[in-house]
């Protein structure tokens, strides 16, 4: 492996080049599977960056590698461009990129010129949107802003929907193919990382909603093969414990598998699978089969998400992780008075079914956690619902990770509950009274560049103020594994302390910056539910 710069190099007596690549003419790096080259960006501050989109990680996932672990991309011929973003994989809203099972790509983005002797940090980024869409492309995450901090930015591309979470639950079709995909990426970052400035050892996996929650997945359970893959991890906006699985994943594979092909009747998840093989594509995709994670029998995945946290059965890392102050209210505008009436009837729905409990003390349980938001119907009530809504499928499984976490690593608990045109807030005319502000996703947009932040000119100098702040907390966990290491004026002279578990320490992080304890109601949450849960102890949520 090396690089390869196709302009005149000094060399000294030895014949080692003693000078970086004029990488305005020629941006070229030997991976471990070829050459590909790459090309230049302008950063947040004006600073030329490098970027190498669409690598390829692994080989396509097609044909019988289908439903497969991802296996070692074959080494390709000549030189291959890596300077935009083309693929994406096979979901409903690929917006204007090719959608298609050949998606395992991902994407470097380094300050430096390779082939020099820096050894940067990496923040390695898991997207987010419910295991069925996103992609790790610019166009969705661009890392203009992040770039020139010190870091060097790695996006991916992983299997979605049931190409990515199908399972027969015996190993035949392997669940959370879409995290193993991810794990094969963090392997070839081992591998290659440093070719391109990166220091290996310093690897922070990073990701948002369904990517946060992929981060929790990577952190269960020991090391498989002994060796780390990363070294600290940055979890927004979800948590495992909130207990997004499939039920009855292996009925819904077969199912599948009945839908396109009319005469299959085997209970055989070979022949099951030689049956998805063969099928077509659009065949297979089907925008209402929404898929989730998967609790194998074995393998990386095989640990109930709260139960291995109350074990301490994790990796114990360094976690910056937290929540928006109303991550629920982007749902306002889809609210059924008709679903909310049978919460109302049957309170027992307010608790999720991955949370075990009698039937009895369901309902008594349900009852008391509405009575801690209204004592009216959330028909009448829907800012209560919200309220709710948020802290059981945010606050209160990201209070029990931290709480059960930080008994073993350093946890960095946060609110951001800063609002403003930055966030690109649409639902903001529909709020409620009673409610907070700051809805799901919306701090993305104070460090990633979305088509509406390009410019930042254009926001109020506060929405500014804070993109630079979100950047400084974030760049400083990803360099040092603590997001305030010394007093900063940018960050008002704060330390941000590590949250301790009888007290939820956690950063609010507005306009000003403020230490608060018990984030949101996650200590009266947690008092009913832990008096009436029983094993087995899987999830602490209700998404």
Not at 72 to 91: A, D, I, R
Not at 143 to 164: A, D
Not at 219 to 241: C, N, R, T, V
Not at 458 to 478: A, C, S
Request: glycine share 8%.
């Amino acid at each position: 492996m090396k690089i390869v710069c196709t302009i005149l190099l000094f060399v000294s007596f030895t014949g080692i080049p003693i000078s970086g690549c004029d990488t305005k003419e020629n941006l070229i790096v030997e991976v471990h599977s070829g050459k590909i080259q790459g090309h230049v960006l302008k950063s947040g501050n004006g600073k030329d960056y490098y970027a190498f989109q669409e690598i390829p990680y692994a080989a396509p996932p097609i044909g019988k590698l289908r439903f497969r672990l991802p296996q070692e991309p074959e080494k390709w011929p000549g030189v291959l461009p890596t300077t935009k973003n083309t693929k994406v994989c096979y979901q409903s809203n690929a917006y204007n990129l090719n959608k298609t099972e050949d998606c395992l790509y991902l994407n470097v983005y380094t300050p430096v010129i390779p082939g020099g002797n820096e050894s940067l940090p990496i923040l390695f980024w898991i997207h987010g949107g419910g295991f069925n869409w996103g992609s790790g492309t610019y166009d969705d995450y661009g890392p203009k802003y992040l770039m020139g901090q010190g870091i060097i930015v790695v996006s991916t591309n992983y299997r979605l929907n049931p190409f990515g979470f199908l399972s027969t639950e015996d190993g035949v079709i392997p669940g959370n193919l879409g995290m193993i995909d991810v794990q094969f990426a963090l392997k070839w970052v081992q591998k290659n990382i440093h070719l391109f400035g990166g220091n290996p050892n310093q690897v922070i996996i990073a990701g948002e909603s369904c990517g946060s929650m992929g981060v929790n997945m990577l952190l269960l359970g020991p090391w498989s093969d002994g060796k780390p893959l990363f070294h600290g991890a940055i979890m927004e906006s979800s948590s495992q414990l909130g207990g997004v699985y499939q039920v009855n994943a292996r009925e819904n594979a077969f199912a599948l598998a009945r839908r396109v092909n009319a005469s299959f009747s085997s209970n055989d998840s070979y022949e099951l699978l030689e049956v998805l093989q063969n099928a077509s594509t659009d065949d297979l995709f089907q925008p209402k089969l929404i898929m989730g994670t998967t609790t194998e029998k074995t393998g990386d995945f095989s640990y109930p998400a709260l139960q291995a946290y109350m074990d301490g059965n994790i990796k114990k890392v360094p976690l910056l992780i937290g929540i928006n102050s109303e991550e629920r209210i982007t749902s306002v505008s889809s609210i059924s008075d008709d679903k909310l009436a049978e919460m109302d009837k049957d309170p027992s729905l307010l608790i999720s079914p991955w949370i075990h409990m009698s039937p009895e003390n369901r309902t008594i349980a349900g009852k008391l956690l509405k009575k801690l938001y209204t004592n009216k119907t959330f028909v009448e009530d829907h800012a209560a619902y919200i309220r709710w809504a948020t802290d059981i499928d945010f606050a209160t499984p990201t209070g029990k990770q931290v709480q059960l976490g930080a008994k073993y690593a350093p946890n960095y608990l946060y609110k951001f509950s800063y609002w403003g045109e930055m966030g690109a807030n649409h639902f903001q005319k529909n709020m409620l009274p009673g409610a907070e502000r700051v809805g799901h996703m919306e701090e993305l947009h104070y460090y990633w560049v979305f088509e509406n932040n390009d410019d930042l000119s254009k926001f109020p100098q506060e929405d500014q103020n804070t993109l630079w702040r979100m950047i400084r907390l974030w760049t400083n966990f990803v360099k040092y594994l603590n997001p305030t290491p010394v007093e900063d004026p940018l960050l008002f002279n704060i330390t941000w302390p590590t949250s301790k578990p009888d007290t939820l320490d956690y950063l609010n992080i507005n306009s000003t910056f403020k230490i608060e304890q018990n984030l949101r109601m996650y200590k009266e949450i947690s008092s009913i539910l832990d008096k009436y849960m029983e094993p087995p102890y899987e999830a602490y949520g209700h998404i």
